[in-house]
């Protein structure tokens, strides 16, 4: 489970940037953390389509991400990177809610 991390957004009900609710359920437990990136550009206000060749698509784009993580630490000092797929039927679920 090491690969597989929460993201939570938590935005006002004013406020207007990306449609969160219209992307997650297309994208739930599809996407990468290396889409937070390209995303917190694109809230700055750079364009998502300049945004994306460079650094990828944000978390609201469609998924196409293989879902997997680089295992490897320090793969940037030279070493291949390590990619594990995370496989959602071998993951503990949370306990359920009892409220």
Known sequence: ???????????????????????????????????????????????????APVYGATLTAPASDPFTFNSRFNARLGRAPVWRHIDLRTIQPPPPDTN
């Open 1 to 51: 489970q090491e690969g597989l991390v929460p993201l939570v957004t938590i935005e006002g009900s004013a406020a207007r940037t990306l449609d969160w609710n219209g992307s997650l359920a297309a994208n739930h437990n599809r996407l990468s953390h290396y889409r937070i990136f390209p995303t917190l550009l694109t809230l700055m206000g750079y364009d998502a389509a300049q945004v």
